[in-house]
């Protein structure tokens, strides 16, 4: 099963309600200016997640509940995650570690955790869905080990791919893998992202 060219642009459609509510949530908690900006929607394969990066990737493992049920995770560099973490433990961002140490990773987690429940939340409300996004553990691993954290969720892959800037850094790669089942499910028909809901009679 793939999506139809309206279910693709149904959940492209969301993709900027879904990137303003998690630009505002990291916003809030690093104290500086965050820009998420959408660049579509693709099909892929596990194999293919990995060519999207390269070298160290930290992904957090998300839970999609409400009107839609499934797995899905998010997956962003590394270094964008050490710059995070810096500044969550008081640093200004221009000297991040090079890797997570355990004070980092537990930094950052609650970034996994706020910036999951802001962006499915906000795609929520783009597709005019009611819908909730719990974060798993954030973890590092090489882009080549992607494949295998992908697995899980299907064969068939739904990459929402977004451009992450935060200030002071250079723009990088962030990616909201979806099974193709939940991406379906969220896409419904393909009915316009942003029309009301059909009362039911």
């Known amino acids: ?43 892929i394969s596990a194999s293919d997640l990995g060519d999207k990066f390269f070298g160290g990737v930290a ?10 049920n499934g797995p899905a995770l998010m997956v962003f560099n590394e270094s964008t995650a050490a710059l995070m973490a810096d500044l969550l433990i008081g640093g200004d961002g221009s000297n991040p570690p090079e890797a997570l140490n355990d004070l980092h990773l537990s930094a950052v987690g609650e970034v996994g955790s706020q910036l999951a429940a802001a962006l499915v939340e906000g795609l929520g409300q783009g597709l005019g869905k009611s819908l909730n996004g719990t974060a798993g553990d954030l973890s590092p691993v090489q882009a080549q080990d992607l494949a295998a954290a992908s697995a899980s969720l ?26 193709e089942n939940v991406a379906a499910a969220l896409a419904g028909n393909g009915a316009a992202a942003g029309a009301a809901p059909q009362q039911s009679t």
């Open 59 to 68: 992904q957090v493992p998300v839970t999609v509940s409400g009107q839609a």
């Open 1 to 43: 099963m793939t999506l139809s060219e309206a279910q693709n642009r149904t959940l492209e459609g969301a993709l900027s309600s879904a990137a303003e509510g998690a630009a505002n949530a990291l916003s809030g908690l690093l104290g500086k200016s965050v820009s998420l900006s959408p660049a579509g929607v693709s099909a």
């Open 154 to 179: 299907g064969a068939s892959l739904v990459a929402c791919d977004f451009s992450l800037d935060v200030e002071g850094a250079m723009p990088s790669p962030f990616v909201l893998v979806l099974g």
